[in-house]
């Protein structure tokens, strides 16, 4: 029997009869650097208007394992170690963890691509995103005047303009799903408890 912490995603790997794991598709590293590459473009160039990035990284830091250049984003209020996580605040502007959430951790673990830390209404309090310190995030497939959702509102923004193919949110009354449904994306809401939340 494996654990949450140690069962791979059934839906990206197949349990085979000498209980070992194998991915359920050949990935080919080539296909995603180029994913990879784009997706960074992408948020060079369109971040300015779109604001879906408090903190952009220059480059991928984790790309060996079995998401290996997967480009995703991660939500400000989330820890990532070495990586400044303000909670869209001011008063945490210079606030950098010593140690990943357990979700960047596992993320990385797999070799995703982090392509920066996503833009959130201020503590992630709020449904709009609409930012006092650091902008508003802007609505990318319908109109740049309209607000994204929130809290999680830079996160949604970033993949409905591909600049990640998915991005880590958080959620209790809608701050997933709000800003999805705004976007024209999938949020997910896992149950609670299912996913560790510390950090």
């Known amino acids: 029997m494996h654990s949450r912490d140690t069962q791979p995603c059934p839906l990206l790997y197949t349990l085979t009869p000498d ?3 194998r991915p359920c598709w050949p990935w080919e590293r080539r296909r995603g650097e180029r994913l990879c ?3 960074f473009e992408r948020a060079r160039d369109a ?15 984790a790309c060996s394992g079995p998401f290996a250049y997967i480009p995703y984003a991660v939500k400000d209020i989330v820890d990532t170690e070495g990586i400044r996580t303000t909670a869209g605040s001011r008063v945490l502007a210079d606030n950098v963890p010593g140690e990943d959430a357990q979700v960047v951790r596992k993320l990385k673990s797999l070799g995703a691509a982090m392509v920066g830390k996503t833009n ?3 503590f992630a309090f709020g449904p709009t995103n609409v930012n006092p310190w650091y902008g508003p995030a802007r609505n990318p497939p319908h109109d740049t005047e309209r607000i994204s959702g929130g809290s999680s509102g830079g996160s949604a923004v970033a993949v409905a303009s591909g600049m990640s193919v998915f991005a880590i949110g958080t959620d209790t009354g809608g701050s997933v799903r709000i800003p999805a449904a705004l976007c024209g994306v999938v949020g ?3 149950t ?3 996913i560790n ?3």
Do not use: Q, V
């Open 19 to 21: 209980s070992t794991w």
């Open 37 to 39: 590459t784009g997706a």
């Open 192 to 194: 609670i408890g299912y």
């Open 197 to 199: 939340t510390g950090g």
């Open 188 to 190: 997910y809401k896992p």
């Open 120 to 122: 959130t209404h201020e």
């Open 47 to 61: 971040n300015p208007l779109l604001n879906a990035f408090i903190t952009l990284l220059d480059e991928p830091r």
